[in-house]
């Protein structure tokens, strides 16, 4: 990286942190004339009414104090990290139906795509690091593959920075936490029914029942069926079901028992191929020229289905006002079983105006078990206060995978020159196309098991008056092994590694008022070998299977403020550094941890009400990242000093709704996204773009709501995600749905 460039990130930061400052000045200098101003004759303004019915009122709205874990254990005000969070109210507003669409409206946030050893799922990167085996359901991590939906998720915390005190293994970036609905202490029916182009139909259904003073259960079931827009012969079909009953809903001691199933039928895409044989030093694009509709996959042979059981225990009992203690148990199975074609450039055909249909395709299952026991304690040393929160994690995961053998009666290394069965025309693909191969169960199978133990402990002490000290210890003893055998000729390939490592997390608060505070912190993450349990990026291979766990740490000053009567307003500068990358040796095969990798930027977040009809969620991030040393091969070493791949420089977004009426309410947002580099070259790019949603609801009374959601309202064709080679995912096109939301 040039000093320029460095300087480009430093000044902007500089002055916002001026700006930030003198802001707060300002603020300090206002109390002391107020203060000055109480010993003066006290004069009598005329008093003022307002008056603002429930209905023209926003409801929960979209700013959040506190996170649900108990790891937090200060108001999002006073943590130390940056933490964006997504509400129920925000995501019905916006329309989102899948998980992936709800993260969207966080800036810093990019999606990889699954291509071979990477299954087709959610693959969330945070700050430019894969966090997909980093997502969390109520506080444990939620493993095997899988496209998540929104139908039973209260809230989504995504927690950005080296999270590993909180979290343990990987979180070089950050995590991710979905809160599920539960049990709530009144009676209530709610749900919606919608319909939509491209033939959406979609119905939810959510009732809460009191069974007695202590005793409630909580339904929520989902089905879902509709085209992907603008896409060719794509569609998503998927039903859920997930019931609850909590016991000692008004007592010291409470059991919460779930379950959540979701089942899902898609035909897969893998968008559009990319351009190929092309001039050295030429930036690889998806290929122009031809329509974004077009489909190469086979609907003959194509397919996806995927299916989540868990079951999830959770037991609380608190002591007293100032001791509690939560565990939470799960056990979970998931499977994800597809065939999906990959528009492949690589095979010289696009030049000649064809596309090779190559197969990926995955029948995995995993699963697992966590436990979670965690005490919260509140308690006085000297004049220090102390929040504190110490737990103990047990996890166990078994991921078995029997990938597909895929005959298609063609030689992929002649490549294509008139369409067959399994070479597509470029300009106008038939998905129609009869198939001639086979399938049948593929010779390997790929088993491994992954084991860690886990204990930390967290504390918020207020060390002086206004001065609050945050620190996090957490020790992780992890060990996973690997078996593979292939049927065919017998032939075994066993993999282990063990690791043990500690993670830290240290932060700084001053409150500058009660309602904002500054900070700085520091944190750490280490991501072990075989991180994501041989179902990610991150499978346990002969030459990663020895290393140590790579190490990340962050450096952030922040700062947050609450204004008005019910808005957030967050700033952080950062720099994230990893000075143990994995990088391949001049021999080739031997893996080493001498690479070197930095993410500075900075970032800003809004998110609540300007006035008690008007509300707004936001935020933009600005990533400077660099591949400081990238290994000692020529072929490595050539890419020293640039971008990572799948990471965008400047990202931005902002949501906001208006209450014209009591009945009707207005509201829009735009997402914009930097160009993405897919590989390390920097060769492959897929182009910035800017996509812009609307929406418009009416209540019919106080149980009936109309609600219309235009997305992709100028039908910005773009790509939103890319593997390495070969191909671009294509975004959806413009879309409408038209619900009816009832609430009884």
């Given at each position: 990286?040039?000093?320029?460039?460095?300087?480009?990130?430093?000044?902007?930061s500089?002055?916002?942190?001026?700006?930030?400052l003198?802001?707060?000045?300002?603020?300090?200098?206002?109390?002391?004339?107020?203060?000055?101003?109480?010993?003066?004759?006290?004069?009598?303004?005329p008093?003022?009414?307002?008056?603002?019915?429930?209905?023209?009122?926003?409801?929960?709205?979209?700013?959040v104090?506190?996170a649900?874990s108990?790891?937090?254990?200060?108001?999002?005000?006073d943590?130390?990290?940056?933490?964006?969070?997504?509400t129920?109210e925000?995501?019905?507003?916006?329309?989102?139906?899948?998980?992936?669409?709800?993260?969207?409206?966080?800036p810093?946030i990019?999606?990889?795509?699954?291509?071979?050893?990477?299954?087709?799922?959610?693959?969330?990167?945070?700050?430019g690091?894969?966090?997909s085996?980093?997502?969390?359901?109520?506080?444990?991590?939620?493993?095997?593959?899988q496209?998540?939906?929104?139908?039973?998720i209260?809230?989504?915390?995504?927690?950005?920075?080296?999270?590993?005190a909180?979290?343990?293994?990987?979180?070089?970036?950050?995590s991710?936490?979905?809160?599920?609905?539960?049990p709530?202490?009144e009676?209530?029916?709610r749900?919606?029914?919608?319909?939509?182009?491209?033939?959406y139909?979609?119905?939810?259904?959510?009732?809460?029942?009191?069974?007695?003073?202590?005793?409630a259960?909580?339904?929520?079931?989902?089905a879902?069926?509709?085209?992907?827009p603008?896409?060719?012969?794509?569609?998503?079909k998927?039903?859920?079901f997930a019931?609850?009953?909590?016991?000692g809903l008004?007592?010291?001691?409470?059991m919460?028992?779930?379950?959540?199933?979701?089942?899902?039928?898609d035909?897969?895409?893998?968008?559009?191929?990319l351009t190929?044989?092309?001039?050295?030093?030429?930036?690889?694009?998806?290929?122009?020229?031809?329509?974004?509709?077009?489909?190469?996959g086979?609907?003959?042979?194509?397919?996806?289905?995927t299916?989540?059981?868990?079951?999830?225990?959770t037991?609380?009992?608190?002591?007293?006002?100032?001791?509690?203690?939560?565990?939470?148990?799960?056990?979970a199975?998931?499977?994800?079983?597809?065939?999906?074609?990959?528009p492949?450039?690589?095979?010289?055909?696009?030049?000649g105006?064809y596309?090779?249909?190559?197969?990926?395709?995955?029948?995995?299952?995993?699963?697992?078990?966590?436990?979670?026991?965690e005490?919260?304690?509140k308690?006085d040393t000297?004049e220090?206060?102390?929040?504190?929160?110490?737990?103990?994690?047990?996890?166990?995961?078994?991921t078995?995978?029997?990938?597909y053998s895929?005959?298609d009666?063609?030689?992929?290394a002649t490549?294509?020159?008139?369409v067959?069965?399994v070479?597509?025309?470029?300009?106008?693909?038939?998905?129609?196309?009869?198939w001639l191969?086979?399938?049948?169960?593929?010779?390997?199978?790929?088993?491994t098991?992954?084991?860690?133990?886990?204990?930390y402990v967290?504390?918020?002490?207020?060390?002086?008056?206004d001065?609050?000290?945050?620190?996090?210890?957490r020790?992780?003893?992890?060990?996973?092994?690997?078996?593979?055998?292939?049927?065919?000729?017998?032939?075994?390939?066993?993999?282990?590694?063990?690791?043990?490592?500690w993670?830290y997390q240290?932060?700084?608060?001053?409150?500058?008022?009660p309602?904002a505070?500054?900070?700085?912190?520091?944190?750490?993450?280490s991501t072990?070998?075989?991180?994501?349990n041989g179902?990610?990026?991150?499978?346990?291979?002969?030459?990663?299977?020895n290393?140590?766990?790579?190490?990340?740490?962050?450096?952030?000053?922040g700062?947050?403020?609450d204004?008005?009567?019910?808005?957030s307003?967050?700033?952080?500068?950062?720099?994230?550094?990893?000075?143990?990358?994995?990088?391949?040796?001049?021999?080739?095969?031997?893996?080493?941890?001498?690479?070197?990798q930095?993410?500075?930027?900075?970032?800003?977040?809004?998110?609540?009400s300007?006035?008690?009809?008007?509300?707004?969620?936001?935020?933009?991030?600005?990533l400077?990242?660099?591949?400081?040393?990238?290994?000692?091969?020529?072929?490595?070493?050539v890419?020293?000093g640039?971008?990572?791949?799948?990471i965008?420089k400047?990202s931005?977004n902002?949501?906001?709704?208006?209450?014209?009426?009591?009945?009707?309410?207005?509201?829009?947002?735009?997402?914009?996204?930097?160009?993405?580099?897919a590989?390390?070259?920097n060769?492959?790019i897929?182009?910035s773009w800017?996509?812009?949603d609307a929406?418009?609801?009416y209540?019919i009374?106080?149980n009936?709501?109309?609600q219309?959601?235009v997305?992709?309202?100028?039908?910005?064709?773009?790509?939103d995600?890319?593997?390495?080679?070969?191909?671009?995912?294509?975004?959806?096109?413009?879309?409408?749905?038209?619900?009816l939301?009832?609430?009884?």
């Open positions: 990286m040039s000093d320029h460039s460095s300087l480009f990130l430093i000044k902007p500089v002055s916002a942190l001026a700006i930030a003198s802001t707060m000045g300002s603020v300090y200098a206002a109390e002391q004339v107020a203060d000055t101003a109480k010993t003066a004759e006290p004069s009598t303004l008093e003022v009414e307002v008056k603002m019915t429930k209905e023209h009122a926003v409801a929960d709205g979209y700013k104090d506190r649900s108990g790891k937090f254990t200060a108001p999002l005000l943590t130390p990290k940056s933490v964006t969070v997504l129920e925000l995501i019905r507003d916006q329309g989102a139906t899948t998980f992936e669409q709800a993260l969207r409206t966080v810093g990019t999606f990889g795509a699954g291509e071979g050893g990477t299954p087709m799922n959610d693959r969330p990167f945070i700050r690091y894969d966090s085996s980093s997502t969390f359901v109520d506080g444990l991590r939620d493993l095997g593959s496209s998540r939906e929104i139908f039973n209260e809230r989504v915390e995504v927690l950005k920075g080296p999270s590993g909180f979290d343990g293994r990987g979180s070089g970036g950050g991710i936490n979905i809160v599920s609905k539960t709530k202490a009676n209530f029916v749900g919606s029914v919608g319909l939509g182009t491209d033939q139909k979609r119905g939810t259904l959510d009732v809460n029942y009191l069974l007695s003073e202590d005793v259960i909580r339904i929520n079931a989902m879902h069926d509709a085209d992907v603008g896409r060719d012969d794509v569609d998503m998927r039903w859920g019931p609850s009953i909590t016991f008004n007592s010291p001691t409470s919460t028992l779930s379950y959540y199933k979701l089942k899902t039928d035909m897969p895409d893998y968008g559009l191929p190929s044989n092309i001039p050295a030093g030429t930036t690889r694009k998806p290929v122009s020229g031809i329509s974004k509709d077009n489909f190469y086979l609907k003959d042979r194509d397919f996806r289905k299916e989540i059981d868990a079951g999830t225990a037991i609380k009992h608190a002591f007293n006002d100032d001791v509690s203690f939560r565990n939470v148990t799960r056990y199975v998931s499977t994800n079983d597809y065939i999906v074609t990959n492949d450039d690589s095979a010289g055909n696009i030049p105006g596309v090779w249909r190559s197969s990926k395709s995955r029948n995995s299952k995993t699963e697992s078990f966590g436990n979670l026991s005490f919260s304690v308690f000297a220090i206060k102390h929040n504190l929160s110490a737990g103990f994690e047990y996890s166990y995961e078994d078995t995978n029997t990938p895929v005959v009666g063609y030689v992929r490549g294509c020159t008139a067959t069965s070479c597509a025309d470029l300009y106008n693909p038939n998905p129609s196309d009869p191969g086979t399938v049948a169960k593929g010779a390997t199978t790929t088993e098991r992954t084991q860690t133990k886990s204990f967290f504390d918020s002490a207020e060390i002086a008056k001065w609050i000290l945050n620190l996090g210890l020790r992780d003893i992890y060990s996973t092994d690997s078996d593979a055998l292939n049927s065919s000729t017998n032939v075994r390939t066993k993999l282990d590694n063990d690791s043990a490592f993670n240290a932060g700084l608060v001053y409150k500058i008022q309602n505070s500054v900070y700085v912190s520091y944190g750490t993450s072990a070998s075989g991180t994501s179902d990610g990026t991150e499978n346990l291979s002969a030459a990663t299977q290393l140590k766990p790579e190490r990340t740490k962050n450096y952030e000053i700062f947050k403020w204004v008005l009567t019910n808005l307003l967050t700033s952080a500068i950062f720099h994230t550094e990893k000075d143990n990358a994995r990088v391949t040796l001049t021999d080739g095969t031997t893996t080493s941890l001498d690479g070197e930095k993410v500075k930027g900075f970032e800003i977040g809004f998110a609540g300007l006035t008690p009809v008007w509300q707004v969620f936001g935020g933009y991030t600005y400077d990242s660099e591949l400081v040393n990238n290994g000692p091969r020529a072929t490595d070493a890419n020293n640039n971008e990572f791949p799948g965008a400047n931005a902002v949501w906001t709704t208006y209450n014209v009426t009591e009945k009707w309410t207005v509201g829009g947002g735009a997402n914009y996204m930097d160009r993405v580099y590989n390390t070259a060769t492959i897929l182009p800017t996509r812009f929406m418009s609801s209540k009374d106080k009936l709501t109309l219309l959601n997305l992709n309202l100028t039908d910005k064709r773009y790509y995600k890319t593997f390495t080679t070969h191909f671009a995912n294509v975004a959806a096109g413009r879309s409408a749905m038209l619900s939301i009832f609430n009884y």
